[in-house]
């Protein structure tokens, strides 16, 4: 068992095994709120990997070398949430003075950024895991294409549906769920490629 | 007083913060696979909501504008710091059911949406029956959903045989594609039930 299998079994576990949004129910409130596009779900499917990878750093490195040596392990989650906050109003800020241009396409994306469950839950799961920081940023990039896949994925269905005749009631959020249904399903199907 | 009853009463149907606003979903889909859990988490999810509301709505005058969303940030994830603490001493089993999940109530959308839309402007007595009635709305949902979960998916409600040993649970609705078709039903009739008056409207 190399190093190098160890981290592709993390990544495939994160992105498909246990996808984070089908099989976890992670970040589901931008699941239904940000796939009414393909357009917004690429958007905002990039500025949350980016937004991912970079807090899982951070708080890996914040819990290493300012937690565990204080001995103040248990205010992990205060400490977790407001790392991640104001990284993403650093990000904010760099952007819209450095790269304009980004800024308008990935802006409004980013206030919602810092409640999404995914990033604190990825920056605590690194810690009950125990990941070292090669393994935690290999997890926090395949959550990060699992969440990708997900958007993707409902954003083209909603869009060809937007087309279809449906059912009255079931219009909007019931269909939604539905569909997420059928996919869940399907993912269930990948539980065994991952140890 | 009446005013606070319709605060309340607004919490568990008019402004329901799952199925009308749809927030807070994820707690919602990934621990309701028993009413025992989801009991639990309804109580984790209280604790945090109502404390942070009081303290919020205590604090409401000396909060400068500016900081207003790190202060919230601090309160609530001490509640929940706090809250995470007690249930790991007092009930280990229901904390490792509840995992994750527990943590992740300070980034859970209604509450920092309830702090910043209701008690930073209220009373506290007005603050404790929103947190109340909010609560009750969440409870609602996630017991309803953990009910026919478990009922179909293990033939028990809180533990207890209600289809006689023979029934075969259809392991599907404890397995995570049942709760997206469970909660996908219960908006469908909200939805027709709340239609029914407007009927014009709905139909075009």
Do not use: W
């Not at chain 1, 539905?178 to 269930?188: E, G, K, L, S, Y």
């Amino acid at each position: 068992m190399g190093e190098l299998q160890n981290l592709m079994n993390i990544f495939i576990n994160a992105a498909f095994a246990q996808n984070f949004v089908f099989i976890r129910f992670l970040a589901l409130c931008s699941f239904v709120g940000m796939t009414t596009s393909m357009d917004n779900a690429v958007g905002m499917g990039g500025a949350v990997t980016f937004v991912t990878v970079m807090a899982s750093i951070i708080s890996y490195a914040v819990y290493q070398f300012v937690l565990v040596p204080l001995h103040v392990e248990y205010l992990q989650i205060i400490v977790f949430i407001l790392t991640i906050a104001v990284f993403v109003q650093l990000v904010e800020i760099y952007l819209k003075k450095a790269v304009p241009s980004l800024y308008r396409a990935m802006g409004i994306y980013l206030p919602l950024i810092a409640t999404n469950c995914m990033i604190l839950a990825v920056a605590l799961l690194n810690v009950t895991e125990e990941f070292n920081l090669l393994e935690a940023t290999v997890f926090s990039f395949g959550a990060s294409i699992g969440y990708v896949l997900a958007l993707v994925v409902l954003a083209g269905i909603r869009e060809r549906l937007s087309y279809a005749e449906t059912p009255s009631i079931l219009r909007g959020y019931p269909l939604i769920f539905f569909i997420a249904t059928f996919i869940a399903v399907a993912f269930m199907g990948l539980q065994g490629i991952a140890r | 007083m009446r005013n606070l009853i319709d605060i309340l009463k607004n919490g568990i149907l008019k402004e329901n913060p799952v199925l009308i606003i749809m927030l807070g979903l994820c707690s919602i889909l990934a621990v309701s696979t028993s009413v025992i859990n989801a009991l639990g988490m309804t109580l984790a999810y209280s604790f945090v909501l109502i404390g942070s509301e009081i303290t919020i709505s205590l604090m409401r005058n000396f909060i400068p504008k500016t900081l207003r969303v790190p202060i919230f940030i601090v309160v609530i994830g001490s509640f929940t710091t706090i809250m995470s603490l007690l249930l790991q001493t007092f009930l280990p089993d229901l904390n490792k059911a509840l995992g994750i999940f527990i943590p992740l109530v300070v980034v859970n959308c209604i509450i920092i949406g309830r702090v910043e839309a209701f008690s930073s402007k209220r009373t506290v007595a007005e603050s404790i029956f929103d947190a109340l009635g909010m609560s009750l709305g969440y409870g609602v949902v996630i017991v309803s959903i953990g009910a026919i979960r478990e009922l179909l998916g293990s033939g028990t409600l809180l533990g207890f045989q209600i289809f006689g040993l023979s029934y075969k649970p259809a392991l599907f609705f404890i397995l995570p594609p049942g709760a997206f078709l469970t909660i996908g039903v219960e908006i469908a009739i909200l939805n027709k039930i709340l239609s029914k008056p407007k009927k014009k409207e709905g139909s075009k």
